[in-house]
């Protein structure tokens, strides 16, 4: 397991190449990457800032990541995540899970980012040409991650 | 008893501080206590704390609820919805 929180962008083939470490084993590999949009909620996005609770944030995701492990049949999973200033375009998430098969990997990855977007604690400040707001809740992420309460098949 | 406090985004900048000590009369306490003692001393601390507001907690960086116990050493930090991702 490796949970990273991050000013640096990252390289995405130079992290899944350094996290598969030449296993024989792994058979399937599913990745997500979040990125900056140039708008949010209609208004144009120039840039914005990422806070976190350092400490915390790790213990929150290795969390998540033990909870992944513990209800698929995975290898590993990899989460990187940035703090600080980012633009439009920038990456801000990687997850990386790798497993022998597709199945448990996909909904590994997806359960991943699901349970960051609801307890990982980060908060998103947008700049907008109106000023600086800080990023509200969803309730489609709060229900995406509801989902998986529900006892999953392996 | 002697709680750390800490507050972020939102709340931090409500709050105009992103930490205190705070101290407590008695032994244990929970957190819907705590945040009810905070917003007493009215001014930041009832309008960023207030009911109504979108507030998460967590003890000692586990997020917790409002019966979750608060002890004496306990790091307790207030802030709103996460938006990371």
Known sequence: MAVRV???????GAEIAAFRRADPGIGAIASFIGLVRDVNDGQAVAG???EHYPG???KALAGIVAEAKGRWDIVDALVIHRVGELKPLDQIVLVVVTGAHRGAAFA?????MDYLKTQAPFWKKEQTAQGARWVEARASDDQAAGRWSEPQAK | M???ILYFARLREDMGIAGEMFELPGETCN????RAQLVARGGASATALGSGKAVRVSVNQDLARDDTPVKAGDEVA????VTGG
């Open chain 2, 78 to 81: 207030f802030f709103p919805p």
């Open chain 1, 56 to 58: 915390m944030t790790e």
């Open chain 1, 108 to 112: 590994a990855c997806e359960f991943i």
């Open chain 2, 2 to 4: 002697s709680i750390r």
């Open chain 2, 31 to 34: 957190v819907n206590s705590l």
């Open chain 1, 6 to 12: 991050q000013q640096e962008d990252f390289d995405i």
């Open chain 1, 48 to 50: 914005m800032t990422l």
